[in-house]
């Protein structure tokens, strides 16, 4: 496979569970919001987003949730199922128009 | 991979050879993006065009070149001036509404 994300950190949870990947942001003016699923030798692929005015907004089997106070965001996944494991990352646009900016990603690692 | 097709899916580089990688779109955006992908790191900006015929320089674009003549093609040139070329190469393009959307990548190797 790809050495995309070879130090990235790991998040082991069991098929059924609910999984919680977490993201800090820098910019405190950032106004959108993405999250990205990245399988090992494929380009990411969105999953979900919201903007700075939201503080959760609900897909299938995803949830985000954004805290302008600390600067945080949160991607939960609801009943991890084994084609969950992939790497994780965030986005975030500082100001309409400007280029988004990328966390580095966390890699979910799904467990029998 | 929502509509964006790169090409070749993986590529080898001698030395002193410059190297092209195709990236082509079909879902009429204006904006396209060259992102450049190590182990352990976040995504960083090449090159963006937000136009046809014209292109600006992003975080890492020393060694690359691009080039825009059309709305739907921006090709990336990976010059002998890299010193580091091997990475996972992704191309992007977003309309109207922002969200980002990515190509499958190219993975540049080195001879």
């Known amino acids: 496979g790809e050495s995309v994300g070879l130090h990235l950190p790991t998040l082991s949870v069991q098929e059924g569970d609910n999984s919680i990947i977490n993201c800090a942001y820098s910019?405190?003016?950032?106004?959108?919001f993405i999250w990205y699923k990245q399988e090992s030798g494929k380009g990411p692929q969105f999953i979900i987003d919201?903007?700075?005015?939201?503080d959760k907004r609900q897909g299938q089997r995803v949830t985000v949730l954004l805290n302008k106070t600390v600067k945080h965001l949160s991607l939960q996944i609801a009943a991890t199922q084994p084609g969950d494991s992939a790497v994780y990352f965030c986005?975030?646009?500082?100001?309409?128009?400007?280029?988004?900016?990328f966390g580095p990603g966390t890699r979910l690692s799904v467990l029998p | 991979d929502g509509g964006i097709t790169q090409s070749p899916k993986y590529l080898f580089r001698k030395e002193g050879q410059n190297v092209t990688l195709s990236c082509e779109q079909n879902?009429?955006?204006?904006?396209m993006y060259w992102y450049r992908q190590d182990p352990g790191q976040g995504l960083r900006l090449i090159y963006y065009?937000?136009?046809?015929?014209?292109?600006q320089k992003g975080d890492i674009a020393e060694g690359y070149s691009v080039s825009r003549e059309k709305k739907e093609s921006f090709p990336l040139t990976v010059t002998s001036a890299q010193k580091n070329p091997t990475a996972f190469y992704l191309c992007?393009?977003?309309?109207?509404?922002?969200?980002?959307?990515f190509g499958p990548g190219t993975r540049l190797l080195v001879l």
């Open positions: 986005a975030e646009n500082p100001i309409y128009g400007q280029n988004f900016v």
């Open positions: 879902l009429n955006h204006d904006a």
């Open positions: 992007a393009s977003n309309g109207a509404k922002e969200t980002q959307y």
């Open positions: 065009s937000q136009i046809v015929n014209d292109f």
């Open positions: 910019n405190s003016a950032s106004d959108y």
């Open positions: 919201i903007r700075s005015n939201m």
